[in-house]
């Protein structure tokens, strides 16, 4: 760690943005482990007890919590997953391999960089629909693997890698197959880790295209899943009970963080290649 | 050309990148177990042949042959060959003795086999403490030595090597040059390194491949070059500082040795046989440092003004210019005295002078018996 010691103000003015951020989230947190009912006379009873898990417990019973639990689980991960093996084999092939109208497709790519969600959703929608992939697994997955961010992540990694240990790979004779398994790929598990966790991340978190294409309520991720539940109550009467899905929710998102925090800050640090 | 079936043979090997010619028709015998320097100015081809050896790079036209096999058609591989890379290309995420078993693995050699050899390369570089270490926790001079150990176990026919002591700080240099002399005397291979050091290639070759404007200048063990240079090129690239080409023609000849008139009006009386130097051709008298030295006092010598004065310890050169304008270098044993801007009296040792002519073509001194 740096030796610099932060100004007095420095720190003050730190402590009151830590502060601006955590209290929503404790005041969440608060909120989920008191009775509804108590909620309903006076959210400010949450700063005393009595506390309770019954929200949790709640949550647990309800249906199908755990079902949307484990739909975001299978779609952010397959996301991942998905985005990983198509970006490492497209950016060694934009890096390294010779083959026609490479420089057109990668400028087609780096295109694809500009195209909003909204753009597409629509005619998306529709050819999902003549697939018949709505309500499915590979309905929510595939649109996470149709991003060209992971193609041109990958492959600028893979450029940065000097071609003199291809060469000497070839010279030791590994077939192009082991040079990319065995040789460049090891290389590029930092940027793996860090577009895994974006790519999850992002899958986790989002709401619009779940919301459009599962409409059957066993398909809904978390995030559409707990919103639907929302308008199942008031307001008022389920504070407590919204308060414990919201944190239950993100939950898995802070264990992703704090698993790969380090990947996290290089990404953002923006020194993510190297 | 008939194939040798032992060594290296390049046949006629061209290669160009675009429009730019690199390599012309090359052609070169290696020796089994001989030890090879490429050498020559930045550009001039060294690496790219030797990428075409390895099979990195292909060549236009012309053929590989190694111990009586043609190796061009073959992937890089498959050709009995081992590279040291000039930057060391080790693979940052494999421990050294994985970085070693790489390629062995590759071609399928024994576990038990692989273990022997990597031992034993460890044992002659002595890292075998670092067996177990990245690259990344390893100083240059051992990354270079792991490099070499990578190419060792392969047993390769041929080992190339792309300026491997160019990444060395000074000290570190002169230890892996003691180094690499070893390194030839322990395997059974020929060597070829390039390098644009010319002291590198003069104290490790046997022989010397002098690279330049697309061809083999000449090739030659390092006193040939040095003393028999091919041709004008090879006389100034070799030797430091370079022979200084003094302007001339021929005036005639004395007891079949060439007589030559410098531009100063000054005679030489060199101990190049006359043959095909008719009087009245334009030459380049070429002399190297050790054949100028200062005139002793009341001796008679050419008037020069020093333009710079190069101080080693033991032995001083003085850059200086003739009263035609000619450039000179003269060496004088110990410090020197004089400065820059002072006078000085130059005797040349007329019978060392090498002559050039203007198409290049050399004449070297052969002492009458
Ligand atoms: N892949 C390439 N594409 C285009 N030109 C190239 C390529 N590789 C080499 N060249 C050119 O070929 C010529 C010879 O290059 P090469 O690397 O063989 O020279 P070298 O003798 O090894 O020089 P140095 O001492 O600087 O390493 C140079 O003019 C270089 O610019
Ligand atoms: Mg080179």
Redesign the interface.
Known sequence: MSAHRLSPLATVLLVLGAAVMLAPMAWTLLLSFKSNAALMADSGAAFAGPYTFENYAAILKGSLTLQWLANSLVVATGAAVGVLVLSSLAGYGFARLEFPFRRTLFVIVLLGLAVPEQAVILPRHQLFAWLGLHNTYPGLILPSLTGSFGVFFMTQYFRAI?R??D?????????RF?LFW??LL??T?PAQATLGVFTFLAAWNDYWWPLISATTSDYFTLTVGLASAQMNYAQTSGLGFLMAQAVFASIPILIVYIAFQKQIVRAMAGTAVR | MRVPLSGLALIDVSKSFGDVPVLERVSLRIAPREFIAFLGPSGSGKSTLLRIIAGLETADSGEVWLDGERIDTRPPGARGIAMVFQHYALYPHMTVRENMAFGLRNAGVAKDEIARRIAQAADILEIGAQLDKKPGQMSGGQRQRVAIGRAIVKQPRLFLLDEPLSNLDAALRGRTRVELAQLRTRVDAALIMVTHDQAEAMTLADRIVILDDCCIQQVGTPAEVYTRPANAFVARFVGSPPMAMLPGVVAGEEAGRVRVRLAGGAVLATDVPAGGLVAGTEVDVGLRPEHVRLAAPGEEGLAAEVELVERLGDRTFLYARLADGAEIVALEPGFGTLRPGEAAALVIDAAAAHIFTAGGAAHHPEPSA
């Open positions: 000097p003199e240990l060469e000497a790979a070839l010279l030791d004779g590994a077939s082991t065995k040789v090891p290389l598990l």
